[in-house]
């Protein structure tokens, strides 16, 4: 999924992300693990179906980023604002439909298709003084998809809520910042599973204005089926994802700013074949084109070790993609945009290995 956060979909994980759509990781850090194949629904036109790795968001913790900074954009030029309002809209061609937020174990070559999406994030600051913030909110994530791939249609609700406070370390301004998420992931209208959440992040900004952004976050997930073994294929269990991510100020008017971050991540699931280590770098940038008119390139890599896999061949994975945006400003609140990415997952194990190329026109409303 390409979203204004700029990636989308990757095991895992804030929006942060993705998946991921499809968020997050939030990846990173929303780390979202999904059910093995056998509980999942097989397309109609049956192929073959083989495992992979995909969630709501992005593998490397990028919507985790641009959520949080989203957050803190809104507090900004709306300081007095109590409701926060993300929502984002479109439509996307996918050539791999299967590898849906949820259905991380799918994967099949001819499942290209049409998908409608829907990402509301949404907070209210129900207690709000000077310095402190907090009170409910609300991610969720919703796809529709073509006819014969109706069994993969995703809705994931994820009431939470969240505390910030605003201090001085040092030279900075720093801001602290806990949430916890439910998720609950249908498909189809039958329930997967569920997911509990907490993140403790840090946001410093520099006197030179760069701003760098730290955190944690600790994911147990809950699936209501646990595979044909559950010693090897159940993905009930803990994540734990940290990252740091830094945004730079350029100075320049046409590449004002550019962001890095790293991510690791560690699931220890009962499944024996789902537990893995892994590390992830990204990064993005904006050229402003004009005062309307915006172009966004990001990109990701990461390497994931399944050390535990009980399968005759290694299924550790090398991945990465590639994603770029397309932006017009229509009004200061709405903006359309035209996205298109690729994300490849290469493992030595071809039951693991596939990639997926989507794009489409996106419509993103803030508030």
Partial sequence: MV???LSQVGLGIPRVQPTAVVSSSPAAADAEMFPAASALPLPAAEQTVQPASYSIQSFDGSDNLEQRFDELESEVEAPVRRLRVFFETGVLYNSNI???????????????????????????????????????????????????????????????????????????????RLEYIFANDFFDGDQVGDRHSATASLTLIRPDLDAIYGYVTVAQSDFNDDGIDPAATSLDGTTVTAGISRFFQTGWDRLPTYSLGIDLESADTE?????????????????????????????????????????????????????????????????????AGHDRFASDNQDYDTERTEGGVVLTFTR
């Avoid at 969720?140 to 994820?158: D, I, K, M, R, V």
């Avoid at 992830?280 to 535990?308: E, Q």
């Fill in 3 to 5: 979203n204004r956060r």
């Fill in 271 to 339: 499944g024996a074949d789902y537990r893995y280590q892994s590390v992830n770098l990204h990064g993005s940038t904006g050229w402003c084109i004009s005062d309307r008119w915006k172009f966004i390139p990001t990109w990701g890599v990461g390497y994931r070790d399944y050390a535990d896999f009980t399968g005759p061949v290694a299924r550790d994975e090398f991945f990465w993609r590639l994603h770029g945006r397309l932006q017009y400003a229509v009004t200061d609140s709405l903006t359309l945009a035209m996205v």
């Fill in 98 to 176: 299967t590898l849906t937020p949820i259905s991380r174990e799918l994967a099949q070559s001819d499942g290209a298709s049409f998908q409608a999406f829907a990402n509301p994030d949404l907070d209210w600051k129900w207690i709000r003084t000077e310095t402190t913030r907090m009170g409910p909110m609300f991610r969720g994530y919703f796809t529709a998809n073509e006819q014969q791939f109706e069994q993969f249609n995703l809705a994931s609700f994820q009431p939470g809520a969240f505390f910030e406070r605003d201090f001085q370390l040092g030279q900075n301004e720093a801001i602290g």
